[in-house]
């Protein structure tokens, strides 16, 4: 029955991670959240940055932006040869972690399984975040490359086309490094496995309210749209369709 436990806690733990990133994603095409609303905001920045002829305020923004995946990246490094090392000394641990008041000690073919789920939570989440790095490059290219502000042979169009382009790969940047960082939520949520399967279950619950409130309920996000009308993605798909017919 215990070993059963653990499974159902890591079900729902995964339920939970996935079941989440696709509902936010989903949710995302027609509700005001961080996400889309920095989106546009990425999008402003393209236009403005095209109509500035110094733009080094901007290269120095896109290398702050590649500098937090890089710190976030490195620390995912050194967590893991923490966990790779603890994988090492199984049984050492394993002692160690029986001796605490709130230890609650499974078989080592459990113990090994959420040290493994940990392992794989961080080099997700390492993955995510040199993706990001590797994309904010590529915004720093487009910034490189992007046409001057007094050149007549590019068109209006092609300054939108070039700054929609730009905004785009600058926010596949920005989801990249959200879901890293997401991922370091989810691994809390497995720490509190290590005291016992339903105090996980409950973490893994918890961390999913927590996104949902910064997310879709936040002051960050009203901040960010208070005094400033945006178009909303539905209305803006909408819009692009009747463009196209």
């Known amino acids: 029955m215990g070993e059963f436990l653990e ?6 733990f995964v339920l939970c991670w996935v079941g989440y990133t696709e509902y936010s994603r989903r949710k995302a095409n027609d509700r005001p959240c961080l996400s889309n609303t920095l989106d546009l905001y990425r999008e402003d920045w393209m236009r403005v940055m095209l109509r500035r002829d110094n733009r080094i305020s901007d290269a120095s923004v896109v290398g702050n932006l590649e500098r937090n995946g890089a710190f976030f990246a490195s620390s995912c490094l050194l967590i893991l040869a923490g ?3 603890a994988l090492g000394y199984t049984q050492e641990v394993m002692e160690v972690f029986s001796t605490l008041p709130f230890g609650n000690l499974p078989s080592r073919a459990v113990w090994e399984l959420r040290m ?19 994309m904010y490059n590529f915004v720093a290219v487009l910034i490189g490359g992007a046409p001057p502000p007094d050149d007549t042979k590019i068109s209006p169009a092609g300054r939108e086309a070039f700054a929609q ?3 785009r790969v600058c926010n596949l940047a920005g989801d990249a490094f959200n879901l890293g960082l997401r991922s370091y939520y ?6 509190a496995w290590f005291v016992h399967p ?3 279950i409950a973490a893994s619950t918890l961390v999913v309210a927590i996104l949902y409130r910064r997310e879709f309920c ?10 400033k009308v945006f178009e909303e993605p539905a209305a803006r798909a909408e819009a692009s369709q009747k463009t196209n017919s």
């Open 218 to 227: 936040s002051d960050a996000l009203h901040a960010l749209r208070v005094g």
């Open 83 to 85: 966990i790779i090392t």
């Open 165 to 167: 382009s730009a905004a």
């Open 186 to 191: 989810y691994a809390l949520a497995v720490v």
């Open 198 to 200: 339903v105090a996980f």
């Open 116 to 134: 493994i789920t940990l392992l794989v939570v961080f080099i997700y989440a390492f993955f995510k975040f040199t993706w990001s790095m590797r």
């Open 7 to 12: 499974l159902i806690a890591l079900a729902w």
